[in-house]
């Protein structure tokens, strides 16, 4: 599917290994963070646990997870307790994580044009291509401005939101299951990913 085949770009978009990153604009965001986590990717002396790690920490440094979260859930978060809705968005954060971990990990040199950027008041939207050796794939990052910096809430892989693909989701889980089904099945899902991360270094061992 191309939208998870495009995602990890996402990720890679928004975490910053730069000192001087400048994220008092929305390109400005995305140029500098795009740079640092390629820098942390292409450091061949960090072996795969170590690199992992100093993406994984900053990722949470460059996502607005609790509007992610709340954009996710939509109705359901309206009705959900403070407590329920803290435990989403650290599940959610931990499940995208697990999730694009190997897509991260996959990249081999993609070319990312910068476009366009849209600023409206505090939100923004900085568009993007993301050239490979077969295709070109359009990728529009929303972002949101707290406190005069920015970072992104929501990515859009050839009009295909990311939100709304989860929300999709998640929706009939809640609606069936409730709240405490959905916890359950996304706590399933990263136990699943972590599982195969573990097999995987195991393999590479071998």
């Known amino acids: 599917m191309l939208l998870r085949s495009s995602i ?9 290994y730069l000192v001087a990153a400048d994220y008092s604009t929305p390109m400005g965001r995305v140029k500098d963070t795009t740079n640092g986590v390629i820098s942390v990717l292409k450091d061949d ?3 795969r646990e170590v690199r992992w790690e100093k993406i994984a920490e900053l990722i949470y ?10 954009s996710v859930l939509s109705t359901p978060w309206k009705r959900a307790s403070e407590d329920e809705r803290k435990r989403f968005t650290e599940f959610f954060s931990q499940y995208i994580e697990e999730t694009y971990r190997t897509k991260i990990e996959a990249y081999t040199n993609q070319k990312i044009l910068y476009t366009d950027e849209v600023i409206r008041g505090t939100r923004a939207v900085v ?17 949101k401005n707290n406190d005069g910096e ?4 929501d990515v859009m892989v050839e009009g295909v939101s990311l939100i709304a693909n989860y929300r999709n989701t998640f929706a009939a889980i809640v609606k069936n ?10 706590q399933r899902r990263i136990d699943k990913f972590k599982q195969e991360s573990a097999e995987k270094d195991e393999s590479a061992e071998i």
């Open 8 to 16: 990890f770009i996402l990720l890679t978009s928004f975490v910053t």
């Open 45 to 47: 002396k960090l072996d």
């Open 61 to 70: 440094d460059g996502f607005d997870f609790r509007s992610m979260s709340e």
């Open 127 to 143: 568009e993007t291509v993301i050239v490979t050796d077969s295709t070109e794939i359009p990728v529009n990052y929303k972002l």
């Open 150 to 153: 920015w970072f992104a809430y």
């Open 177 to 186: 299951e409730g709240m405490d089904g959905l916890m359950s099945d996304i």
